[in-house]
Each structure stands twice: as structure tokens, then as C-alpha cells.
């Protein structure tokens, strides 16, 4: 089983894996998206490769920026770095495969959404997702997967989760160990 966190915004979703995977000393492959800051402003929101990954991103590995009045996203950056990345960190030496965050920049990456429900769909590699708490038939998709456990975190219960996390972690690993 794979596991899926969600949870509303400042929940601590990517914070409870990080700490997660900090004790449990696990290797990761897979991306992050983060937030590309200046002067105090997001600028972009960008996605990084995770573990032996020697993928020199684009020049411009965008995707998604603000717009006049809402974001806008940039599918092709999924569908050529975005599947790459998954590709790598399938195949990767990495205990775990970390996809941080999915959400709705992704929905109109086509080959992405397919590239991830690959990812859930094989026994091999352990996921860990942080799933945004939105409605799109991807995220559905996704949220809904039968190889996968989802579980939604709140500012009151992480503590009781990091403790949950850190378990499955532990049985994954276990698990591909001889």
C-alpha cells in the first residue's frame, strides 16, 4: 500500500513527511514542488528532482505562476520534467518515492497524471504523495486509488500521524528488505 496525505493548507503535510523521513533515516527519490521567492513574493512555484537524480532542469522548470487573478500552470513542464523525474525515481536506488505535492497545476498534464498513476499502480517502490485537499478528477483519481491509503491531517492530529507515517515507513522499508 502506498500512502496519500492530504489536509488543508498550512496543515503541515510536507513538514510531518520531512520529519518523518528524518528519523526514519529512509532515501527518497522522486520531486518536491517549491516556491520560488523574491522580495518576499512568490514569483513561481517550481518542481525539483529528489535523491540521485542528475536531471539539469530546464532553464525554466515553472509550474505555475500568478496570474491577474488566479494561477496559472504549466503542463508541459510536467509532461517532459515532471515524467522524467517519476521515470528516474522508479528505476531509482531510493527506499521511498516522494511526490510533494500533487494538486491542480497537474490538470491538464496528461502524460504527468498518467506517468503517477503508474507510480501507484506498481508493488514495487513505497509512494508517499502529499494530495492537495481539492477537487479534480485527477486528485479523485488519485485520492481514490486502491493501491493507496489516504489519510487527511489537521493541525490537531499530526502528532498522532507523524507517528503513523514514521510506522508505514518502517514497514516499507521492511518489506523490501531480504
Given amino acids: 500500500m502506498h500512502l496519500l496525505i492530504t ?4 496543515a503541515g503535510k510536507s513538514t510531518l ?3 518523518a523521513l ?3 533515516g529512509v532515501t527518497v527519490g522522486g520531486f518536491k514542488s517549491q516556491a520560488d521567492i523574491l522580495n518576499g513574493k512568490i514569483e513561481a512555484f517550481v518542481i525539483r528532482p529528489l535523491g540521485h537524480q542528475k536531471i539539469d532542469p530546464p532553464s525554466d522548470s515553472r509550474i505555475g505562476i500568478p496570474g491577474k487573478y488566479n494561477w496559472k500552470g504549466f503542463p508541459e513542464t510536467f509532461d517532459t520534467l515532471g515524467v522524467e523525474i ?3 525515481a522508479l528505476s531509482g536506488p531510493e527506499d521511498v518515492l516522494l511526490m510533494d505535492e500533487l ?7 496528461l502524460a504527468f497524471q498518467e ?8 508493488t514495487t517502490k513505497k509512494v508517499i504523495a502529499v494530495v492537495k485537499a481539492m477537487d479534480t478528477p485527477f486528485l479523485e483519481q488519485v ?3 486502491p493501491n493507496a491509503h489516504l489519510l487527511t491531517l489537521t493541525v490537531d492530529n499530526r ?3 507523524l507517528a503513523h507515517v514514521i510506522k508505514w515507513i518502517q514497514e516499507a522499508i521492511n518489506e523490501r528488505t531480504p
Avoid: S
Fill in 7 to 10: 489536509g488543508e493548507r498550512n
Fill in 17 to 19: 513527511i520531512e520529519r
Fill in 22 to 24: 528524518g528519523i526514519t
Fill in 86 to 88: 517519476l521515470k528516474n
Fill in 103 to 109: 494538486g491542480f497545476f497537474e490538470t491538464e498534464a
Fill in 115 to 122: 506517468k503517477v498513476l503508474e507510480c501507484l499502480n506498481q
Fill in 143 to 145: 485520492k481514490k486509488h
Fill in 159 to 161: 502528532e498522532m500521524m
